[in-house]
């Protein structure tokens, strides 16, 4: 199976620590949070990935190879200028072409989501997009779900009057299995992002759904959340080894 992790970003929240090292090759227990993202995609079935670049790409591609020694199959898509997370998904159309589904994770998200319970369910739902989602207050996004997990709204970035009425609290967590029949709803060659330009579109389409967070997740956009993360790993809060990994630091 095949999926995308998107490590385009320049991560500039994180002032110094990625000044000039990506957020993908931040260390979490001495090992780049990446290598944590790639393990548990193989743990799931996922064997072929693709991992769109901008920032120090050589940076990664030196680290990972073409993924040999991960018993993975590596494709770089190096963005000269950033495409966005939609524009980058889109210009990978025909990697994913063939593809019943594939999955689109965020270059800076540590879970040890179980991937193919998600993956079942979007089956079963012969989902267009299913977005994986936990409980939040007062997040960037918001989703509302109806009794069968279907998604009835999807707000991103919403100010304080599109808040008021908003009462889920369900939100986006930055992971997605995504059908190629999304291909045609992203315009092609100009940057876009899924979650403020393609999921609000679609969700009148009925074929968008949203599966809870049943695991640990950790949105690494801050030195204190980059040391949280470590600590779940640590405290094995985050149930991903990386012990039988030891070359990956």
Known sequence: MRAMVLCAGLGTRLGDLTRATPKPMLRLDGKPLLAYILHQLQRHGFDEIAINLHFQPEVIQRHF????????????????????????????????RNEAEFLVHYGDILTDQNWSEMLRFHRERRALVTLLVHQRARSSSIVRLDQEGRVTAFLERPGEGEREGQRSPWVNSGVCLCSPEIFPQIPPKIPCDLPRDVFPTIVSTGRVYGYPLSGYRCAIDSAARLAEAGAALAERHCQISLSRHGDLS
Request: glycine share 18%.
């Open 65 to 96: 190879g073409d993924g040999t020694r991960l018993g993975l199959r590596l494709t770089y898509s190096l963005e000269e200028q950033l495409l966005g997370t939609a524009g980058g998904v889109k210009r990978l159309e025909d990697f994913f």
